[in-house]
């Protein structure tokens, strides 16, 4: 079991509170990412579920018990970090073995638990290897599979794929996700990258200051943001927004249209602008359209045939249906 359950959580260093009041339910076997940008509160309230730091007040219960004084090694949680932090003179058997024996399990029930750890990480021809000859997803997998050998209620992973270079990023991502599958076992991501939140999630949660924005799947994230700061963190490339005339005749202060919900040509169109940079990528061309009126460039996220070039004039179009309004304070019109 891995239910968690903060009950009005707060945080502060002296003066300072980082994490206002805050409540939030993790269901048991749930993945769950914690997303925002650098200093929203998201490894802080990570490291009070954890017990790695002290609430300031409120309560954290694990499974329907209160754990908020409960030592970290007593709440049945395994953390996973940013540095995988394996000991460098010990092979990657004894690394992974390394809490089992600490916690005095008996030889032949270690051997057991790494050889099945080492199993479901694609680690046994690693096993009498040291974290030196390994590569960087190697040493990560280390570093899980001396989690998952104590069978905890819940893995926290704090953006633990920081270190590896984006192809890596990429494998672990899966590796990670196939990995919560097999175990079905609660999981509590943190990173700051929104392709990993949407990629791996069953629910984000986006942080900012240390206050939930909106706690919901990828895709109600994506369809119906809460707020101005959910809908220009969530999506890749980021929501465009118009204020002004653009805005009024949709009867709100501000509009958000996706890249992908744009559609460009030479001939008639809804706004009007200059190509100013186009990407080419292949399967998709990104153009960076320069509208009057408009502080930033329009982002178009079209088919990787398309031609437009630089101080090409091009006519934009709003799919109707996926226009989103907010209001003077930055709030969802429904």
């Known amino acids: 079991m891995g239910q968690i359950t903060l009950k009005q959580i707060t945080k502060s260093f002296g003066d300072v509170q980082v994490i206002p009041p805050l409540d939030l339910q993790i269901d048991d076997g749930e993945f769950v990412v914690f997303v925002g940008p650098s200093g929203c509160g998201k490894s802080t309230l990570l490291r009070l579920i954890a017990g790695l730091e002290d609430v300031s007040s409120g309560d954290i219960t694990i499974d329907g018990k209160n754990a908020t004084e409960v030592p970290p090694a007593k709440r049945g949680l395994a953390m996973v970090f940013q540095s995988y932090a394996l ?6 058997r004894k690394n992974i073995a390394f809490p089992l024996r600490m916690a005095g399990i008996d030889k032949a029930a270690q051997d057991a638990k790494v050889t099945a750890a080492a199993k479901v990480l694609n680690l046994t021809d690693y096993l009498d290897r040291r974290p030196g000859q390994l590569s960087g997803g190697q040493r990560q ?12 209620a819940a893995f926290l992973f704090d953006e633990p794929l920081s270190n590896l270079d984006a192809a890596l990023r990429v494998n672990m991502r899966l590796e ?38 909106q706690v919901g799947s990828p895709l109600e994230l994506y369809h119906t943001p809460r ?10 490339p980021k929501m465009n ?20 919900h744009l559609t460009v040509s030479q001939g ?67």
């Open 87 to 92: 000991y460098p003179h010990m092979s990657v």
């Open 227 to 236: 707020n101005k700061f959910v809908a220009g963190f969530i999506g890749s």
């Open 176 to 213: 990670i996700s196939e990995l919560h599958q097999s175990l079905k076992t609660t999981m509590i991501y943190v990173t700051h990258d929104q392709v990993e939140a949407m990629t791996m999630a069953d629910k984000i949660v986006v942080l900012q200051a240390g206050k939930i924005e």
């Open 241 to 260: 927004f118009l204020m002004g005339s653009f805005a009024t005749e949709y009867d709100a202060a501000t509009i958000g249209i996706r890249p992908e």
């Open 141 to 152: 997998r280390v570093a899980i599979g001396r989690a998952i050998v104590r069978e905890p």
């Open 268 to 334: 008639d169109g809804k706004w009007v602008g200059k190509v100013g940079v186009s990407e080419h990528l292949g399967s998709d061309t990104f153009l960076y359209v320069d509208m009057e009126g408009v502080d930033e460039p329009i982002t178009v996220r079209s088919s990787g045939e398309i031609g437009f070039r630089h101080g090409d004039t091009v006519h934009l179009t709003p799919a109707p249906d996926k226009i989103h309004r907010f209001d003077n304070q930055g709030l969802r019109i429904a």
